[in-house]
């Protein structure tokens, strides 16, 4: 079955509202990023975050291993957030050597 | 900051042609990964290479050669290109194995149609 899940598949939200995406995963985990996808195609890495809290400006990200959930929190939301946001896990034991990704969060801020 | 480039950014090609996809970075990274990408499926992994020389198989692999000719540089051919390889091809690096400790570093994209 699949390994990493996201949600919601898409969120509309009004700029200056805030945004929380999750990740849910199926596996022992070993690593965990965040990736944002621009319009147009290009990843850029937010977070590599296997375990705790961390920040990045109006960025937080926070990985849960019992509850095996991520989140990305996207306080005071701005135009220029609206993109695709992926996650990706390493599982502790097979496949240990590679990403599985989620389908992404489509993310649209409008103003 | 990781530096991935890839060529041709954009590609079209018939039923049965001859393609190759190259992605150069120059991080001196170890770990180079290609990756398609496809509505409703997300970023799946074709094949990865842990350096010059080396191959690895990834997830969805048929269709696909890839050759590390340098640590630099990494091909992904493919040899009779059918209409479901239309997709968009991203080429990563990594100094560390997958995630571990490390993030992966992606390329601008390469969009093939095949016709």
């Known amino acids: 079955g699949q390994q990493v899940q996201q949600s919601p598949a898409s969120l509309v939200l009004q700029e200056g509202e805030n945004a929380e995406l999750q990740c849910n995963f199926s596996?022992?985990?070993?690593?965990m990023q965040w990736f944002y996808q621009r319009p147009g195609g290009s990843l850029v890495s937010l977070f590599y975050?296997?375990?705790g809290t961390k920040h990045s400006g109006r960025l937080t990200s926070t990985t849960v291993i019992k509850e095996r959930r991520s989140s990305l929190h996207i306080s005071s939301s701005q135009t220029t957030d609206s993109g695709t946001y992926l996650c990706?896990?390493?599982?502790?034991?097979?496949?240990?050597?590679?990403?599985?990704f989620g389908k992404g969060t489509q993310l649209i801020i409008q103003p | 900051e990781a530096a991935v480039t890839q060529s041709p950014r954009n590609k079209v090609t018939v039923t049965g042609g001859n393609v190759t996809l190259s992605c150069r970075q120059t991080?001196?990274?170890?770990?180079m990964y290609w990756y398609r990408q496809d509505t409703g499926h997300g970023l799946r992994l074709i094949h990865y290479?842990?350096?010059?020389?080396?191959?690895q198989i990834g997830d969805v692999p048929d269709g696909y050669k890839a050759t590390r000719t340098t640590q630099e540089d990494f091909f992904l051919l493919l040899e009779l290109a059918s209409p479901s390889q239309t997709s968009l091809y991203f080429c990563?690096?990594?100094?560390?194995?997958?995630?571990?400790?490390?993030?992966?570093?992606f390329g601008p994209g390469t969009r093939l149609l095949v016709l």
């Open positions: 990563a690096s990594s100094d560390e194995l997958g995630g571990n400790q490390d993030t992966q570093y």
């Open positions: 596996t022992s985990l070993n690593s």
């Open positions: 975050n296997p375990s």
């Open positions: 990706a896990l390493a599982p502790l034991t097979e496949g240990a050597d590679r990403l599985t």
């Open positions: 991080n001196s990274h170890n770990y």
């Open positions: 290479s842990y350096g010059a020389g080396n191959l």
